[in-house]
């Protein structure tokens, strides 16, 4: 008999053994259980009894919770923290836009300036212009709530959102205003100098104008002005700091000479393309996520949002194919944004006719726009002046005339027209002043623009030490004394 077989029949006759003289109670057990039960199996009894009534007790405790407010609260609360992240990713699109409009000699420092922007917008914001635009002391500033200190983090705050949300839905904002200025004083500023400007923007001029029209106690808001989304809050704000930096930085070298204006082209129109594509995206989250609540109103402002978009791109396409001859890409481009802009203030407020409207009349106004600042000799390479500044200024008159309950061409008087024009005035004032002071301390401090050879060579060697495109051939053109 081999060893194996002779240790298999050990096996059985232990285990006939075993049954013969087991205790009656495990006789009985493994009656019930079967032959295969095992002691283990059977510790595992209470444990499934305690993870059926704590299951139970969850459940119940669950169907408690599920109330129609607490459904919505956590609804909106979802809605508004993903529009916050389609706002953020903007940033992506402002940086491929200004990039591919610029040179390539210039691509690191333009990217480094809108990647960073964010970062000191949301630091600059939560430190102290969260506080000024939000704390409610005054009619004019706030006074409080620095830091963040002062509001519980998981309970409603600000209707019915927590703080947390609503804080990174309105520094996602704050960045933007700031990011607006970075296109327009592209190719010549000094690096530090920007950042300097960014942070006071965002920590102080911004939330001031803003604290004037989003609070209950906002001085403009009391006289009825309205500005859903912030064609002037945020558009105009960047569009005139945007507009004195440019003025006193000055144009790029080569670009106006001898009562000429030399065109500078962009040295990457298909990441200009994407940007404006990822910026018309995010416009989902900016305009709609303005609605500060998951309800019915939001697919509506969606709606309005891209008709207004739709329709600048075409105007702005016809009429730059009308005056040149070619429809440019360029244009499209920023026909697309200017209808954004434009729809922005009244987007929950305007009929699908009217955004269409507005988006028309934006996407015209572009184009007009770029020829005069190059007219006056402001050098603005990638046109936010046009775009965020004049449409601004438009898309809030378009609420005085397009809103369907208090615009003019609805029956709704002039009234709301009225306190457009002094909202436009009065943020516009305040803006130019606050910018002009603090440019020309900067340029006063530390000239504000780099050197000639600087500018001439590029701002990724001279700024940042880096190529963007390391290896490929350099931009050599020289026209006009541009490099």
Same mark, same amino acid.
Request: aromatic share 12%.
């Given at each position: 008999?081999?060893?194996?077989?002779?240790?298999?029949?050990?096996?059985?006759?232990?285990?006939?053994?075993?049954d013969?003289?087991?205790?009656?109670?495990?006789?009985?057990?493994?009656?019930?259980f079967?032959r295969?039960?095992?002691?283990?199996?059977?510790?595992?009894?209470?444990?499934?009894?305690?993870?059926?009534?704590?299951w139970?007790?969850?459940?119940?405790?669950?169907?408690?919770?599920?109330?129609p407010?607490?459904?919505?609260?956590?609804?909106?609360?979802?809605?508004?923290?993903?529009?916050?992240?389609?706002?953020?990713?903007?940033?992506?699109?402002?940086?491929?836009?200004e990039?591919?409009?610029?040179?390539?000699?210039?691509?690191?420092?333009?990217?480094?300036?809108?990647?960073?922007?964010?970062?000191?917008?949301?630091?600059?914001?939560?430190?102290?212009?969260?506080?000024?635009?939000?704390?409610?002391?005054?009619?004019?500033i706030?006074?409080?709530?620095?830091?963040?200190?002062?509001?519980?983090?998981?309970?409603?705050?600000?209707?019915?959102?927590?703080?947390?949300?609503?804080?990174?839905?309105?520094?996602?904002?704050a960045?933007?205003?700031?990011?607006?200025v970075?296109?327009?004083?592209?190719?010549?500023i000094?690096?530090?100098?920007?950042?300097?400007?960014?942070i #006071?923007?965002?920590?102080i001029?911004?939330?001031?104008?803003?604290?004037?029209?989003?609070?209950?106690?906002?001085w403009?808001?009391?006289?009825?002005?309205?500005?859903?989304?912030?064609?002037?809050?945020?558009?105009?704000?960047?569009?005139?700091?945007?507009?004195?930096?440019?003025?006193?930085?000055?144009?790029?070298?080569?670009k106006?000479?001898?009562g000429?204006?030399?065109?500078?082209?962009?040295?990457?129109?298909?990441?200009?393309?994407?940007g404006? #594509?990822?910026?018309?995206?995010?416009?989902?989250?900016?305009?709609?996520?303005?609605?500060l609540a998951a309800?019915a109103?939001?697919?509506?402002?969606?709606?309005?949002?891209?008709?207004?978009?739709?329709?600048g791109g075409?105007?702005?396409?016809?009429?730059?194919?009308?005056?040149s001859?070619?429809?440019?890409?360029?244009?499209?481009?920023?026909?697309?944004l200017?209808?954004?802009?434009?729809?922005?203030?009244?987007?929950?407020?305007v009929?699908?006719?009217?955004?269409?409207?507005?988006?028309?009349?934006?996407?015209?106004?572009?184009?007009?726009?770029?020829?005069f600042?190059?007219?006056?000799?402001?050098?603005?390479p990638?046109?936010?002046?046009?775009?965020?500044l004049?449409?601004?200024?438009?898309?809030?008159?378009?609420?005085?005339?397009?809103?369907?309950?208090?615009?003019?061409?609805?029956g709704?008087?002039?009234?709301?027209?009225?306190?457009?024009i002094?909202?436009?005035?009065?943020?516009?004032?305040?803006?130019?002043?606050?910018?002009?002071?603090?440019?020309?301390?900067?340029?006063?401090?530390?000239?504000?623009?780099?050197?000639?050879e600087?500018e #001439?060579k590029?701002?990724?060697?001279?700024?940042?030490?880096?190529?963007?495109?390391?290896?490929?051939?350099?931009?050599?053109?020289?026209?006009?004394?541009?490099?």
């Amino acid at each position: 008999m081999s060893s194996l077989n002779f240790d298999r029949k050990v096996k059985r006759r232990k285990s006939s053994v075993w049954d013969t003289y087991a205790p009656p109670f495990d006789q009985m057990v493994k009656r019930f259980f079967g032959r295969n039960f095992s002691w283990a199996w059977l510790a595992c009894i209470p444990l499934a009894l305690v993870i059926v009534a704590t299951w139970n007790t969850a459940a119940h405790a669950q169907d408690e919770a599920l109330t129609p407010e607490n459904v919505q609260f956590a609804l909106d609360n979802v809605w508004v923290l993903i529009a916050a992240i389609l706002v953020i990713f903007m940033n992506a699109g402002f940086g491929m836009l200004e990039t591919g409009f610029c040179r390539q000699k210039n691509a690191v420092n333009i990217l480094s300036k809108n990647l960073i922007v964010f970062a000191l917008a949301t630091l600059a914001f939560w430190a102290i212009g969260f506080g000024l635009m939000f704390n409610e002391a005054t009619p004019f500033i706030g006074l409080g709530n620095f830091f963040l200190s002062g509001y519980s983090t998981d309970g409603p705050e600000f209707g019915n959102l927590t703080m947390p949300v609503f804080f990174l839905f309105q520094a996602a904002f704050a960045g933007t205003a700031a990011t607006i200025v970075s296109g327009a004083v592209a190719e010549r500023i000094k690096f530090t100098d920007f950042i300097i400007f960014s942070i #006071l923007l965002t920590a102080i001029a911004y939330p001031i104008t803003g604290h004037w029209v989003w609070t209950s106690v906002g001085w403009l808001g009391g006289l009825g002005f309205s500005d859903f989304a912030g064609s002037t809050v945020v558009h105009s704000v960047g569009g005139w700091a945007a507009l004195c930096g440019a003025a006193i930085l000055g144009p790029r070298i080569g670009k106006y000479q001898d009562g000429q204006i030399n065109a500078i082209p962009g040295h990457n129109m298909s990441i200009a393309t994407l940007g404006c #594509l990822i910026l018309w995206i995010g416009w989902f989250g900016f305009n709609p996520g303005s609605q500060l609540a998951a309800d019915a109103a939001v697919p509506y402002i969606a709606v309005t949002t891209n008709l207004a978009a739709a329709a600048g791109g075409v105007s702005a396409t016809l009429t730059a194919w009308i005056m040149s001859g070619k429809p440019d890409l360029s244009m499209i481009i920023n026909g697309i944004l200017a209808g954004l802009v434009g729809v922005t203030a009244g987007c929950a407020g305007v009929g699908f006719l009217g955004a269409v409207i507005i988006g028309l009349v934006a996407g015209v106004l572009v184009v007009f726009a770029v020829g005069f600042f190059d007219s006056i000799k402001i050098d603005d390479p990638v046109g936010a002046i046009s775009v965020h500044l004049v449409n601004g200024i438009w898309g809030t008159l378009a609420v005085g005339l397009f809103n369907t309950e208090t615009g003019l061409f609805y029956g709704g008087g002039i009234g709301q027209l009225i306190s457009q024009i002094i909202g436009i005035v009065a943020v516009g004032l305040f803006t130019v002043v606050f910018s002009a002071i603090v440019w020309t301390i900067l340029k006063s401090a530390s000239g504000l623009r780099v050197s000639a050879e600087e500018e #001439l060579k590029g701002l990724d060697i001279g700024e940042h030490g880096m190529e963007a495109y390391s290896g490929f051939l350099k931009d050599t053109s020289d026209m006009g004394g541009v490099a």
